[in-house]
């Protein structure tokens, strides 16, 4: 069983800072991309921020510049730092990971995080 479970959410002003994190737990053999997607009210769930295992990084166009993502495999856990936040990045931010719990699995598997609030207010 594979566990992934978000921290650091809540409520702050227009220009203000969140630091989110994600550790992951459980029966975990090797851990690729690792990744935030958030979700508005009445929006699909869109890709915030994905970094590889070797620290590749990718943004969303509208996060770029404000947002960063990091991971300490030690510890495997994904963060993101978001700096200069805007009240349209109001949503609930999930955690994401492609995981392979045992060596004999063929190919990863998609976990999610169970959600962490998020609200910029202006």
């Known amino acids: 069983q594979v566990q992934l479970v978000e921290s650091g959410g809540g409520l702050v002003q227009a220009g203000g800072s969140l630091r989110l994190s994600c550790a992951a737990s459980?029966?975990?053999?090797?851990?690729?991309?690792m990744g935030w997607y958030r979700q508005a009210p009445g929006k699909q769930r869109e890709l915030v921020a994905g970094?590889?295992?070797?620290?590749?990084?990718n943004y969303a166009d509208s996060v770029k510049g404000r947002f960063t993502i990091s991971r300490d495999n030690a510890k495997i856990t994904v963060y993101l730092q978001m700096n200069s936040l805007k009240p349209e990045d109001t949503a609930v931010y999930y955690c994401?990971?492609?995981?392979?719990?045992?060596?004999?699995?063929?190919?990863?598997?998609?976990?999610w995080g169970q959600g962490t609030q998020v609200t910029v207010s202006s």
């Open positions: 970094i590889t295992s070797s620290g590749i990084t």
């Open positions: 459980g029966s975990i053999f090797s851990i690729h991309v």
């Open positions: 994401n990971a492609d995981i392979r719990p045992r060596s004999y699995y063929a190919s990863t598997i998609d976990y």
